[in-house]
């Protein structure tokens, strides 16, 4: 049976860049509770709710990334 492992840690968009290699706009998302060596990823800024409906993050809005995998049993071959 697999079980996922997630986590949940509050961020803040802290910045939107253009993508140099992606050409689409990027929002830079800082994670609190983090080293700050770590706590920053980039993301595509294209986002649809459950509805459809396309929406952008903007500088300052408050986000809840989740971090998941899946544990897999380790091959015993």
Same mark, same amino acid.
């Given at each position: 049976?697999?079980?996922?492992?997630?986590?949940? +840690?509050?961020?803040?968009v802290?910045?939107i860049? @253009?993508g140099?290699?992606v050409?689409?706009? &990027?929002? $830079?998302?800082?994670l609190?509770?983090?080293d700050p060596?770590?706590? +920053?990823?980039r993301?595509?800024?294209?986002?649809? @709710?459950?509805?459809?409906?396309?929406?952008? &993050?903007? $500088?300052?809005?408050g986000?809840?990334?989740v971090?998941g995998?899946?544990?897999?049993?380790?091959?015993?071959?």
């Amino acid at each position: 049976m697999r079980r996922r492992a997630e986590t949940h +840690k509050p961020g803040r968009v802290t910045k939107i860049v @253009d993508g140099v290699e992606v050409r689409e706009e &990027l929002a $830079e998302i800082t994670l609190e509770g983090t080293d700050p060596m770590y706590g +920053k990823l980039r993301i595509v800024n294209f986002l649809m @709710d459950e509805m459809g409906q396309k929406h952008r &993050l903007q $500088e300052g809005d408050g986000v809840d990334v989740v971090v998941g995998a899946d544990e897999v049993e380790p091959d015993k071959s």
